[in-house]
């Protein structure tokens, strides 16, 4: 993730963009139907600039957001400090994946949110990752998928690269912050995490229909409210959910025997 505060503005407004809030609002939807009803430890792995930390915190949980890069943190600060009722239930903390400091501790739901992407490979992250979780915790990771690369640039009219990309079989492409992105499968997230002890759960596609949009697309609420609907309903149904931008997959760890 080295040289990721290059891109930290792009990505405050991607997430302020109607477009960026549809990533958000159906992780956060499902993150709440699968998060117990009592406040929960969570940890946000590379939170950023805290978008999902403070969602989570804004429903009752206590959560720890974690990002290596020093400005997203004091983007994330300033956004906790204009909601002074949330900080006692944040905290913030300057680690990447390698030096998560948090041997001691196991949380009820740890995310990962739109990082395995920037990484060569996730079999090691996703073995840091599983081993945060405690009994009867859940893991959510959202990744690029890599099925879909291709999709985004064709809809797009970018011929060319969509032709180059499919017909290459190609498992990286340029993101929507101008980087090269790495996609990964639903299928191989959750056969990792099912070999490190994690029950797989249903995965969802995140953004089938409106991802080749920019961040310039402004519904109406009525016309939002539809969109939202209509990428929910079809995020659990394949053909649809194979062809999303990003998989949200999630998995939980079985709680202790006797408990």
């Known amino acids: 993730m080295t040289g990721f505060d290059a891109v930290g503005a792009a990505y405050a407004s991607h997430s302020d963009s109607a477009r960026g809030r549809l990533r958000h609002d159906?992780?956060?939807?499902r993150l709440l139907t699968e998060l117990p009803a009592r406040p929960a430890a969570v940890l946000d792995v590379g939170c950023g600039n805290g978008e999902m930390t403070l969602r989570l915190a804004a429903a009752g949980h206590r959560v720890t957001g974690a990002d290596?890069?020093?400005?997203?943190?004091?983007?994330?600060?300033?956004r906790l400090a204009a909601r002074p009722g949330l900080a006692d239930r944040v905290r913030l903390v300057g680690a990447d994946l390698a030096s998560l400091p948090f041997d001691g501790e196991r949380f009820d739901a740890v995310c990962c949110h739109g990082v395995l992407m920037y990484l060569?490979?996730?079999?090691?992250?996703?073995?840091r990752l599983a081993g945060l979780v405690a009994p009867g915790g859940l893991l959510s990771v959202l990744a690029k998928n890599r099925r879909s690369i291709g999709v985004r640039e064709a809809l797009a009219g970018e011929y060319a690269t969509a032709r180059r990309l499919i017909e290459s079989g190609a498992d990286r492409s340029v993101g929507n912050l101008g980087r090269e992105t790495r996609g990964d499968?639903?299928?191989?997230?959750?056969?990792?995490?099912a070999d490190h002890g994690l029950t797989p759960l249903p995965w969802q596609g995140v953004r089938i229909f409106h991802d080749h949009l920019d961040d310039t697309w402004a519904p109406d609420p009525v016309a939002y409210a539809a969109a939202l609907e209509l990428e929910w309903a079809a995020s659990w149904r394949s053909?649809?959910?194979d062809m999303s931008h990003l998989v949200h997959t999630l998995a939980r760890r079985p709680e202790r025997s006797g408990s």
């Open 120 to 127: 060569d490979e996730p079999g090691e992250a996703l073995a």
């Open 68 to 78: 290596p890069s020093a400005r997203m943190l004091a983007a994330a600060a300033d």
């Open 185 to 193: 499968t639903a299928e191989a997230l959750d056969r990792l995490a």
């Open 26 to 29: 159906l992780v956060e939807r």
């Open 239 to 241: 053909p649809h959910r």
